[in-house]
């Protein structure tokens, strides 16, 4: 079946280091894809999404990244602080008809001053 | 703020209750949509509402139910509750088919739901 999947479940960096969140994801039809972060206690917060007519795509200190080859989004978080801990999410928003969200099971940063 | 909130907060319920959660969407999204999210997963996608009906459906059974209503605001009823169905519940809305249409679902906070 569909899934998106994360490659690692936690992540522990410095304060001021980059970090990177892999996700892989399943459906070859899916044409768009959104990262969340969720803080304990609160729902999902939309951080960044991309379009699979892209390969990158930048925010604000953010930057996804989509090979539609080898079915593979990573999330940069440049100077990462410790306001950045939290779940992050990788979800697939495409391919259906509907607006469907597949999620997958999410990565754990964890920021250290 | 995602301008979408959700009530209750938290709720506790016995197996065999019945329960509803509620949801207020953000302004000008005509289209919700409810999550599980069961403790260190992932959210599940449980179904959704466009135009007041329902348009999309999770591997959920038809205990689960829903209303979407003209003031933006929508309910989750589940019926028969099981032990199983303890978990945060999310609810997330955008615009679709307009030309505000988005993409982009925002979500609310979530209710915690505990089945004893």
């Known amino acids: 079946g569909e899934s998106v999947g994360l490659h690692l479940p936690t992540l522990s960096v410095q304060e001021g280091d980059n970090s990177i969140i892999n996700c892989a994801y399943s459906n070859s039809a899916s044409d768009y894809f959104i990262w969340y972060k969720q803080e304990s206690g609160k729902g999902p917060q939309f951080i960044i999404d991309i379009r699979s007519n892209m390969d990158k795509r930048q925010g604000q200190r953010v930057t996804v990244l989509l090979n539609k080859t080898v079915k593979h989004l990573s999330l940069q978080i440049a100077a990462t602080q410790p306001g950045d801990s939290a779940v992050y999410f990788c979800a697939d928003a495409g391919g259906t008809s509907y607006g469907k969200l597949t999620f997958g099971q999410g990565t754990i940063l964890t920021v250290h001053p | 703020e995602t301008g979408v909130t959700q009530s209750p907060t938290h709720l506790i319920k016995t197996r065999g209750q019945q329960v509803t959660l509620r949801c207020s969407s953000q302004?000008?999204?005509?289209?919700v949509s409810w999550y599980q999210q069961a403790l260190g997963q992932g959210p599940q996608f449980i179904f959704q509402?466009?135009?007041?009906?329902?348009?999309g459906r999770g591997n959920f059974p038809p205990r689960f139910s829903g209303l979407q209503f003209p003031n933006y605001s929508s309910e989750l009823n589940v019926n028969a509750l099981e032990l199983d169905d303890s978990a945060l519940y999310l609810c997330?809305?955008?615009?679709?088919?307009?030309?505000?249409?988005?993409?982009?679902?925002?979500f609310g906070p979530g209710t915690r739901l505990t089945v004893l």
């Open positions: 302004s000008g999204h005509n289209t």
């Open positions: 509402y466009y135009r007041e009906e329902e348009n």
């Open positions: 997330a809305s955008r615009a679709a088919g307009t030309i505000f249409r988005t993409d982009t679902q925002y």
